[in-house]
C-alpha cells in the first residue's frame, strides 16, 4: 500500500464536479427542481429523513467535497460500537470473522452482488490494487464528539464501475459482520470521498476501526461510516433496516 503523503491527491473541484454530474445524469436523473423525497418518505417514524434529504439534496451538496485536512490536524481516535467481532467474550462476535482474523485476512472476501452485471468477490489485494486515495477527514460522531484521521482506501465508484451495476440500481447496501446492514444513495457511494478504508493513519485499518475495510462516507454523520464490511449488494428499491432509531440519511 503506497502511504507517501506527497502521493496523495485530493481530487479537484472540477474532477468532482464531472463525477458528481455523470453521477445525476447517468444514474439518478434527479427531476429538474423537484423537491426529492428520502426513500423513507411516508414513514412517520422517519420524518426526520424527509427534512434533512430533502434540504441537503435541493442544495445539490453531492458537488461539494468534505473539508480535507493535514497530517498535523490528526488526532486522537477512539473506537466506539463494536471494537472487535473476532473476540467471543466481546460483542459483535462472528465466528466467519473470527476465522477470517486467523489467516490475518488472507482468506477474507467481499462479495459485490445485486443488480450488477458482473458480480465478484474481491480480496484484501485486489481491493488495494486499485488506485489508492488518501484523505484526511473529521469524523463526527452522533454522541457528540469528533476525531482527525487520514484514511486510504479504493473510491467506492471504482468497485461499482468494476462490477457493472445496472441503470437501475439506486442503493447500496452493506453488510457488517457485527450485524449491521443499512445503505446509502448513488449520489453518496460516488461521491469522490466515498472509499472502501483498508488503512488509517499509514497503517494497517485497526481491527478497532473496522479492519479489514470500512466504509467512509465523508458527507454524513460518523455512523453512516460502516466497519467490518462482510458484503455489499446493490438493489434498485430501497430496503429499509431501520429499526434503530437513528436516523437513514443525516448529511453534514
Ligand atoms: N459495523 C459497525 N460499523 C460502525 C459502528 C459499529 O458499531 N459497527 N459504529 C458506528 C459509529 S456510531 C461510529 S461513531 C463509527 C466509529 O468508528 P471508530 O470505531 O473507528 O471510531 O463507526 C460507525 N460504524
Ligand atoms: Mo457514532
Known sequence: MDHNNKASRILTRREALIT?????????????CKRPAPPTYG??????????YSAQRSLLPELSLAKEYNLGDISSFPATGTINPGDSSKPGFNENYSKALDTNFDQWRMPVEGSVAKPRSFSLHELQSFPVRNQITKHTCEEGWTAIAQWHGVQLSRILQAVGIKPSARFVNFQTYDGWTDSIDMIDAFHPQTI??????????????????????????????????????ITDEFVDTGDSGWA???GM
Open 248 to 250: 437513514w440519511y443525516v
Open 43 to 52: 414513514n412517520i417514524l422517519r420524518m426526520g429523513d424527509d427534512f434533512t
Open 196 to 233: 472502501l478504508a483498508y488503512g488509517m493513519n499509514g497503517k494497517n485499518l485497526p481491527i478497532p476501526h473496522g479492519a479489514p475495510v470500512r466504509l467512509r462516507v465523508e458527507k454524513q454523520i460518523g455512523y453512516k461510516s460502516f466497519k467490518y464490511i462482510e458484503k455489499i449488494i
Open 20 to 32: 458528481s454530474l455523470g453521477v445525476i445524469g447517468g444514474i439518478l436523473s434527479l427531476p429538474g
